[in-house]
């Protein structure tokens, strides 16, 4: 009777959150969570990507040491379709956890992409259980919210951590020569596959160049990065979405949902329930052409457009590898120097905590902003980028087209002109020229 109760309890769509259970050679259980209705609403829309990825913080207490969660994009939403709570991270538990859900959940998925972290056991029993032929299977480039974790599932923070132990930090801190390599390192999978190793040779020839000694650094990047993960697994060139971003801030939501670490397991399947059930919303919300949830910030979105735009030019012939590699070089900036400052406990305010790195559209849930707090307007009189510039008889005015926004100085037009791309300080969209506006 008990038994009957928990399964009408902890339930989706009148049927059972729990799907069944599977048992690997060496006796190490996982027990699988799925909503069948919202895997085939989910399905409808014609999946071609699948991300990935496991976490230990939210499992419940005794029962496993991780949570694997499976997320299917629609458009450039994540939708969770289903968990496995795993005894083992053997690759034994992981196939046997992916062919059940091939077998049982998503026997007709035909993805072209499936993105998760460096794990091989896990990427290996996805390619094997869910891949088809021409389904490219990548490793994460960056995550926004593990830049100071133990756990290493990235390659920028992997690359960075292998600095700092080479004992290489002070001549990154110190060599503008050292600081750009580095820079550029983290940016090769940002190359396609057929001249990762090219865009290798050519940073570690600008390197001796400039008399940067990183030899190790070097070493470790080939041996490990290029010959044992391959290239064809770190590159994320001409892909959306390079990150498993949306998974990390699932997993973070999912943790301050529960307030604890490791939550009773009552209380874990019950908010499994509800969100899935918040999921069937959100689906049918995309179906109706709604937004479910809000855009990432300007400044994330624009960062990837330069990489989006330096991919382009470097396909199209107007930029070399290594043209390529220093143009992207820079996107990596606010987390590398994020990464230095907290070993050297440098304080770093708030602006520093954004990377601006993050997929091309992906749509994530944020915690809701505080309404209370103050806002600073400046006087709509001056001029809206420097601030200082007031409207007087001899001074021109400029007009942003086609957004709108007004007004801006002859001084900060010239300055605005000149960058590329040209960007509205205001709304960031891109900026067709400065209209001068007469005013009577």
């Known amino acids: 009777m008990r038994r009957t109760t928990s399964s009408l309890r902890y339930t989706c769509c009148n049927n059972s959150i729990f799907s069944g259970s599977v048992r690997d050679l060496d006796g190490k259980y996982s027990v699988i969570l799925a909503c069948t209705h919202l895997i085939n609403l989910v399905l409808s829309h014609g999946i071609t990507e699948i991300h990935a990825d496991a976490t230990f913080k939210v499992v419940p207490s005794n029962m496993a040491i991780q949570l694997l969660s499976i997320h299917f994009m629609i458009d450039n939403f994540s939708i969770p379709i289903a968990y496995a709570l795993m005894e083992s991270k053997s690759r034994n538990l992981f196939q046997c956890v992916m062919d059940y859900m091939k077998n049982n959940l998503i026997p007709n998925i035909t993805p072209s992409l499936i993105m998760t972290d460096f794990e091989p056991a896990l990427r290996d029993a996805l390619s094997s259980s869910l891949g088809v032929e021409g389904t490219r299977v990548l490793g994460c480039w960056f995550n926004q919210q593990c830049w100071h974790h133990n756990q290493v599932s990235n390659l920028l923070l992997a690359v960075w951590k292998k600095m700092k132990s080479l004992n290489y930090l002070q001549t990154i801190n110190s060599n503008p020569y050292a600081l750009k390599t580095l820079k550029i390192l983290m940016c090769l999978p940002l190359l396609p596959s057929a001249v990762i190793e090219q865009g290798f040779l050519l940073t570690k020839a ?71 059930q918040k999921y069937h919303t959100m689906v049918t919300q995309i179906a109706n052409g709604l937004q479910p949830t809000r855009n990432l910030k300007a400044k994330y979105l624009l960062n990837s457009r330069r990489i989006k735009r ?58 809701e902003v505080p309404q209370n707090i103050p806002v600073v307007v400046p ?20 007009i942003v087209l086609p957004c709108g926004h007004a007004w801006v100085c002859e001084t900060c037009v010239s300055v605005l002109d000149g960058q590329y791309p040209r960007i509205c300080p205001v709304c960031r969209g891109d900026v067709h020229h400065f209209q001068r506006m007469f005013l009577s």
Request: glycine share 6%.
């Open 206 to 276: 600008y390197a001796i160049h400039h008399n940067v000694p990183l030899p190790n650094l070097f070493e470790y990047y080939q041996n490990y990065w290029i010959r044992h993960v391959g290239v064809d697994v770190l590159s994320v060139n001409g892909v959306s979405r390079r990150t498993n971003n949306n998974l990390e801030s699932f997993h973070n939501f999912l943790r301050h949902k529960f307030s604890i670490a490791h939550p009773n397991l009552w209380v874990f399947l019950g908010q499994i329930c509800e969100l899935s």
């Open 310 to 367: 330096a991919v382009e030019q470097h396909k199209a012939g107007l930029l070399s590898v290594w043209q390529f590699l220093v143009k992207c070089s820079h996107s990596c900036d606010g987390y590398e120097r994020r990464q230095r400052h907290w070993v050297l406990g440098i304080e770093h305010d708030q602006e520093s905590n954004d990377d601006g790195l993050a997929d091309d559209f992906v749509e994530q849930e944020v915690p």
């Open 379 to 398: 006087s709509p009189r001056n001029c809206m980028v420097c601030l200082t510039t007031t409207p007087g008889e001899n001074v021109v005015q400029h």
